[in-house]
């Protein structure tokens, strides 16, 4: 009955009447092009996983973790030059306590509690969490967003150790912490903030946390948090526009190292839901209504949590082809609009619209993971703006048409790469099969400087409702539902289009489908690095596990270790713990008690050692 194991699919909508033209132009610059972003790094599009299904995607502990997730971001990390960009966290983050001893025998990194008449438990977090990020780190170079409780009442010194302590692990490979996540509904259910809560009572409780850490000698930087991560607009004063005319922006300046936003096009929250084929037709056109708050603020702009619908997403509509082709359109219409990075969220096993997900449990031993159609969207996106991080995009605004989008993607001023999307489904016939024909140069007065020919990679499936019958430049992720290992499979098929100076190149996209065009060989170089494709064939990753200090355990941000006597409230961040142990532990002369190893990179590890097996 999960969600991610659901297998509804839904019917094609009919084509578009009056149906677009067939045939036109996508004409390109060979310099001086205007109008495009900022230059985008090819690890773009990232993650966002809650912190309560942060195990099933990650592993057991720092020391067992699970190699499909590492070969999906090694497929990226060669294409992007880079690891992934992930964030941990959610609603989940906002009442996490962290313990510095493992909850039980197994070593398990997450304990949940259930709080009656919530909607979500709370999840405390054993350290090793972050211990396991950074061993993944050294095995892909992913980057961490992490996420800081900011649950009521506000516990400051809670939270000031939990970043000393997440900074202190992973070091430069954590890019920040986002204090509140979607601040905006704080209002509503398990974050207990009065109803409509304002944005002044907001901007007071995020002023004693940054004044806390900035005054914190024990953080290495102080530009370390990222908000205000507003989803939702669901009061008319917490627009994001709002929150910034608040002085956000500048009252936090010292503090803020991105700027980020939360946005899905719709939703599936009880309540709320409309029929699934009724906004079915909406993700299958190009839709340029984005937020673009605070483009001209000299901080990145982050689109921290997306994905088709919130609530998990639309079984049959978000783990179809066509959110593959939504999914690649929507993040490099949000690299046009000059935001800095799009994460999207995985939900568990109970969300339609995770790029992939393990088995159940009981069916670990015998299945293997299930792709989602969204990781193809990533494949694509990541070397349509490739490795260089000089790209930059601009939205071509084809053919008049939402269905037939394209953008072109120049680096150093040039023309490099071209992607051209094909909303419509025509169910094979080729009927709305369209060809875009690619110039440089050649109008406007400017000399043609189209190439003799240009190379083609397709995004393909044989239905906008197909979930898994879907490849990349012809290889794909095993093609159906519990059979991938996290590798690609089949060889990659890069077709060869000639052109002509005065037709251009022509590019056939079918309907469904998306094209990128490499107009040089460079421009395709720059976009895989097959050399850095590093997979691994075993189920697990293991090792020896490196016992913590015992003063260590003195120092737990939660309810356990050898001093809790002394401390009888508890020690944690969550609503009704008002005292800290790393704090309190150092008023008792335990001196820096929350360093838990060596901060020295190794071979593979950081205080773990990984061997595999």
Same mark, same amino acid.
């Given at each position: 009955n999960?969600?991610?194991?659901?297998?509804?699919?839904?019917?094609?909508?009919?084509?578009?009447?009056p149906?677009?033209?067939? !045939?036109f132009?996508a004409?390109? &610059?060979?310099?001086?092009?205007?109008?495009?972003?900022i230059p985008?790094?090819?690890?773009?599009?990232?993650w966002?996983?809650e912190l309560?299904?942060?195990?099933q995607l990650l592993?057991r502990?720092?020391?067992?973790?699970h190699v499909?997730f590492?070969?999906?971001?090694?497929? @990226?990390?060669?294409?992007?030059?880079?690891?992934?960009?992930?964030?941990?966290g959610?609603n989940?983050?906002?009442?996490?306590?962290?313990?510095?001893? *493992?909850?039980?025998?197994?070593?398990?990194i997450?304990?949940?509690t259930t709080?009656? %008449?919530?909607?979500?438990p709370?999840?405390?977090?054993?350290?090793?969490?972050?211990?396991?990020?950074s061993?993944?780190?050294?095995?892909?170079?992913?980057?961490?967003?992490?996420?800081l409780?900011?649950?009521?009442?506000?516990?400051?010194? +809670?939270?000031?150790?939990?970043?000393?302590?997440f900074e202190?692990?992973?070091?430069d490979n954590l890019?920040? #912490?986002?204090?509140?996540?979607e601040?905006? #509904?704080?209002?509503?259910?398990?974050?207990?903030?009065?109803?409509s809560?304002p944005?002044?009572e907001?901007?007071?409780?995020f002023?004693?946390?940054?004044?806390?850490l900035?005054?914190?000698s024990?953080?290495?930087?102080?530009k /370390?948090?990222l908000?205000p991560?507003?989803?939702?607009?669901?009061?008319?004063?917490?627009?994001?526009?709002?929150?910034?005319?608040a002085? &956000?922006?500048?009252?936090?300046?010292?503090?803020l190292?991105h700027?980020?936003v939360?946005?899905?096009? =719709?939703?599936?929250c009880v309540? !709320?839901?409309p029929?699934?084929t =009724?906004?079915? *037709?909406n993700? #299958?056109?190009?839709?340029?209504?984005?937020?673009?708050?605070?483009v001209?603020?000299?901080i990145p702009?982050?689109?921290?949590?997306?994905n088709?619908? =919130?609530?998990?997403?639309?079984p049959?509509?978000s783990?179809?082809?066509?959110?593959?082709?939504?999914?690649? %359109?929507?993040t490099?219409?949000?690299?046009?609009?000059?935001?800095?990075?799009?994460?999207?969220?995985?939900?568990?096993?109970n969300?339609?619209?995770?790029?992939?997900?393990? *088995?159940?449990?009981n069916?670990? =031993?015998s299945?293997q993971?299930?792709?989602? *159609? /969204?990781?193809?969207?990533? @494949?694509?996106?990541?070397?349509?703006l490739?490795?260089?991080?000089?790209?930059?995009?601009?939205?071509?605004? @084809?053919?008049?048409?939402?269905?037939?989008p394209g953008?072109a993607? &120049?680096?150093n001023?040039a023309?490099?790469?071209v992607l051209?999307?094909?909303?419509?489904?025509? @169910?094979?016939?080729?009927?709305?099969?369209?060809?875009?024909n690619?110039?440089i140069? +050649?109008?406007?007065?400017?000399?043609?400087?189209?190439p003799?020919?240009?190379q083609v990679?397709?995004?393909a499936? $044989?239905?906008?409702?197909?979930?898994f019958?879907?490849t990349w430049?012809?290889q794909s992720?095993?093609?159906?539902?519990?059979?991938?290992?996290?590798?690609?499979? +089949?060889?990659?098929?890069?077709e060869?289009?000639?052109?002509?100076?005065?037709?251009?190149c022509?590019?056939?996209?079918?309907?469904?489908?998306?094209?990128?065009?490499?107009?040089s060989?460079?421009?395709? %170089?720059?976009?895989?690095?097959?050399?850095?494709t590093?997979?691994?064939?075993?189920?697990?990753?293991?090792?020896n596990h490196?016992?913590?200090?015992?003063?260590v355990?003195?120092?737990s941000n939660?309810r356990?270790?050898?001093n809790?006597?002394?401390? $009888?409230?508890?020690l944690?961040?969550?609503?009704g713990?008002?005292?800290?142990?790393a704090?309190?532990?150092?008023g008792?002369g335990l001196?820096?008690a929350v360093?838990l190893?060596?901060?020295?990179?190794?071979a593979?590890?950081v +205080?773990?050692?990984?061997?595999?097996?």
């Open positions: 999960y969600l991610a194991y659901n297998l509804t699919t839904l019917t094609p909508p009919a084509l578009p009447s149906m677009p033209s067939l !045939s132009t004409q390109l &610059y060979a310099s001086g092009a205007t109008g495009l972003s985008q790094k090819g690890n773009f599009m990232g966002s996983i309560s299904v942060a195990n592993g502990n720092s020391s067992l973790l499909p590492l070969n999906y971001i090694n497929n @990226l990390k060669a294409r992007a030059g880079a690891g992934p960009t992930i964030r941990v959610g989940t983050q906002e009442l996490t306590e962290l313990f510095f001893e *493992p909850f039980d025998t197994h070593y398990e997450i304990n949940k709080i009656v %008449d919530t909607v979500s709370v999840f405390n977090i054993w350290v090793d969490l972050v211990y396991m990020l061993n993944i780190t050294a095995l892909t170079s992913a980057n961490w967003y992490l996420g409780p900011f649950g009521y009442p506000v516990n400051v010194t +809670g939270i000031v150790a939990m970043a000393e302590t202190q692990i992973l070091g890019l920040a #912490l986002q204090l509140g996540n601040p905006d #509904l704080f209002g509503v259910g398990f974050r207990e903030r009065p109803d809560y944005i002044n907001y901007m007071a409780e002023s004693n946390v940054t004044t806390a900035l005054a914190d024990n953080l290495s930087r102080e /370390i948090l908000g991560s507003t989803c939702c607009e669901s009061a008319e004063n917490w627009r994001i526009t709002d929150v910034l005319d002085g &956000y922006m500048t009252t936090y300046s010292q503090s190292s700027l980020a939360q946005r899905y096009p =719709s939703s599936n309540g !709320s839901a029929q699934v =009724s906004v079915w *037709p993700y #299958l056109r190009h839709d340029l209504n984005v937020v673009n708050a605070a001209a603020a000299n702009l982050l689109m921290f949590e997306t088709t619908a =919130s609530c998990a997403g639309f049959g509509l783990d179809s082809f066509g959110a593959a082709l939504w999914a690649v %359109d929507w490099m219409q949000l690299a046009y609009q000059n935001f800095s990075g799009a994460l999207y969220h995985f939900g568990g096993q969300a339609a619209y995770n790029a992939f997900t393990p *088995p159940p449990s069916y670990s =031993s299945y993971w299930t792709t989602g *159609p /969204i990781y193809y969207s990533m @494949l694509m996106v990541t070397e349509a490739g490795a260089t991080n000089t790209s930059q995009v601009i939205d071509l605004n @084809l053919n008049n048409s939402p269905y037939t953008y993607i &120049y680096e001023g023309p490099a790469r051209l999307i094909n909303y419509m489904d025509d @169910l094979k016939t080729g009927s709305a099969t369209y060809t875009a690619v110039h140069g +050649g109008a406007d007065g400017f000399a043609d400087t189209t003799s020919s240009v990679r397709y995004l499936a $044989p239905s906008v409702s197909e979930k019958n879907i430049g012809g992720m095993g093609g159906g539902q519990f059979v991938s290992d996290g590798r690609l499979s +089949g060889t990659v098929v890069t060869t289009v000639q052109c002509n100076a005065n037709t251009g022509p590019i056939i996209v079918p309907a469904p489908g998306a094209a990128l065009v490499f107009m060989t460079q421009a395709e %170089d720059e976009s895989w690095n097959s050399a850095l590093q997979t691994y064939t075993t189920s697990v990753i293991t090792g490196v016992p913590v200090d015992p003063t355990l003195a120092t939660g356990g270790g050898p809790e006597a002394q401390f $009888p409230l508890g944690g961040t969550s609503k713990n008002q005292d800290n142990a704090a309190a532990a150092r008792f001196g820096a360093m190893g060596a901060m020295a990179f190794g593979a590890m +205080g773990r050692a990984l061997t595999a097996v």
